[in-house]
């Protein structure tokens, strides 16, 4: 349990750190008008507060960073979410791109991610509601001949794509006919965020039972149901990381590049998205290429339902409380105007 001095000072060590980018020294939160402690005061706290993990020093500086566990109390304890909610000017230049002129869906979607990044100068990701709202409605296969076939995928919507693939030698035309199916039965009504989790476990042990080498078929199928889910992620702002003095490494920011391409990678930031906002710091992000960052989400919804995702990109020295206001307002302006979309 910090006291009351130790939340004042790392309430202002993160403050700083977050405006400079820069070590921060007991010196320079002395000269702030809302601590009134000597430097020495504040160095002794500075140290008890990097022995509890709260804070780091830099080898080549005397001033102190914020660690993952000092920026999650920060978010949890001591930023006060009221405190950057007077953005009247950025919520009109919000709304005059989210208007309802803006029929399609996917054009709502791009300009909010549009908007985000270009307020926050973060990357901006979000999840297009397709695929929650979005199931498989029916998956055919035509053979070609012995070894391809033409793999059929309907959507709940009528959307329909087709592929060819190849079958995995030794597959009958009977048994490709049980394979379709299975598949049927198993996830006719799945929705598509879902197919391949359900794939890999109920198809999967229903395979088994009836087809010989079902683990080269299954990659086949995955492959197949993998219908331009490019098309339903959608961002902005990918080279933002650039101008952040965190990621002047190339290779840092090639990892994090490469990896905003993988579009199977970032929908699995998303996963376990609980409703309303969720704040990851650091190495709270599973994958490694983020461990430097903070990855900030907030949900859109339709009567009470998820519809989809919103998230910031940024490092660990983010401007939460802007981000966090942000992503509140504009996910509860796109639940209002995608409901009316939807209700059309």
């Given at each position: 349990?910090?006291?009351?001095?130790q939340?004042?000072?790392?309430?202002?060590?993160?403050?700083?750190?977050?405006?400079?980018?820069?070590?921060v020294?007991?010196?320079?939160?002395?000269?702030?008008?809302?601590?009134?402690?000597?430097?020495?005061t504040?160095?002794?706290?500075?140290?008890?507060?990097?022995d509890?993990?709260?804070?780091?020093?830099?080898?080549?500086?005397?001033?102190?960073?914020?660690?993952?566990?000092?920026?999650?109390?920060?978010?949890?304890h001591?930023?006060?979410?009221?405190?950057?909610?007077?953005?009247e000017?950025?919520r009109?230049?919000?709304r005059?791109?989210?208007?309802?002129e803006?029929?399609?869906m996917?054009?709502?979607?791009q300009?909010?991610?549009?908007?985000?990044?270009?307020?926050?100068?973060?990357?901006?990701?979000?999840?297009?509601p397709?695929?929650?709202?979005?199931?498989?409605?029916?998956?055919?296969?035509?053979?070609?001949?012995?070894?391809?076939?033409?793999?059929?995928?309907?959507?709940?919507?009528?959307?329909?794509?087709?592929?060819?693939?190849?079958?995995p030698?030794?597959l009958?035309?009977?048994?490709?006919?049980?394979?379709?199916?299975?598949?049927?039965?198993?996830?006719?009504?799945?929705?598509l965020?879902?197919?391949?989790?359900?794939?890999?476990?109920?198809?999967g042990?229903e395979?088994?039972?009836?087809?010989?080498?079902?683990?080269?078929?299954?990659?086949?199928?995955?492959?197949?149901?993998?219908?331009?889910?490019?098309?339903?992620v959608?961002?902005?702002?990918t080279?933002?990381?650039?101008?952040?003095?965190?990621?002047?490494?190339?290779?840092?920011?090639?990892?994090?590049?490469?990896?905003?391409?993988?579009?199977?990678?970032?929908?699995?930031?998303?996963?376990?998205?609980?409703?309303?906002?969720?704040?990851?710091?650091?190495?709270?992000?599973?994958?490694?290429?983020?461990?430097?960052c903070?990855?900030?989400?907030?949900?859109?919804?339709l009567?009470?339902?998820?519809?989809?995702?919103?998230?910031?990109l940024?490092?660990?020295?983010?401007?939460?409380?802007?981000?966090?206001?942000?992503?509140d307002?504009?996910?509860?302006?796109?639940?209002?105007?995608?409901g009316?979309?939807?209700?059309?």
């Open positions: 349990m910090l006291t009351e001095r939340r004042l000072i790392l309430k202002a060590i993160v403050d700083d750190y977050i405006r400079s980018a820069e070590p020294g007991s010196r320079s939160i002395s000269k702030r008008d809302d601590i009134g402690y000597s430097p020495a504040i160095r002794n706290e500075m140290a008890d507060l990097e509890l993990g709260y804070l780091e020093q830099p080898h080549t500086s005397a001033g102190r960073i914020p660690s993952t566990l000092g920026y999650r109390y920060y978010v949890d001591l930023l006060n979410r009221n405190e950057q909610l007077g953005i000017i950025d009109a230049k919000i005059s791109f989210l208007t309802d803006l029929n399609r996917e054009q709502v979607i300009h909010a991610a549009l908007v985000l990044s270009n307020l926050t100068n973060y990357t901006s990701i979000l999840l297009g397709e695929l929650f709202t979005n199931s498989l409605k029916h998956f055919g296969l035509v053979p070609l001949n012995d070894n391809s076939a033409v793999a059929i995928i309907v959507t709940n919507t009528g959307h329909v794509e087709n592929r060819t693939i190849t079958i030698s030794g009958s035309m009977d048994k490709l006919q049980q394979v379709t199916n299975i598949l049927n039965a198993k996830l006719a009504g799945v929705p965020i879902q197919l391949k989790s359900k794939l890999y476990t109920e198809v042990h395979l088994e039972r009836y087809v010989g080498h079902f683990e080269g078929l299954l990659h086949v199928i995955e492959d197949a149901l993998k219908q331009g889910d490019e098309h339903r959608f961002m902005s702002g080279t933002n990381m650039l101008i952040q003095p965190e990621f002047k490494d190339v290779d840092k920011v090639k990892m994090i590049l490469d990896m905003l391409e993988e579009t199977p990678t970032v929908m699995k930031l998303f996963s376990s998205q609980p409703q309303g906002i969720r704040v990851r710091i650091g190495t709270e992000n599973t994958h490694q290429a983020i461990a430097d903070s990855f900030i989400t907030a949900t859109y919804e009567d009470g339902d998820v519809l989809g995702t919103i998230g910031i940024g490092p660990t020295r983010m401007e939460y409380g802007k981000v966090i206001s942000y992503l307002f504009i996910s509860k302006d796109m639940s209002v105007i995608l009316r979309w939807f209700n059309k």
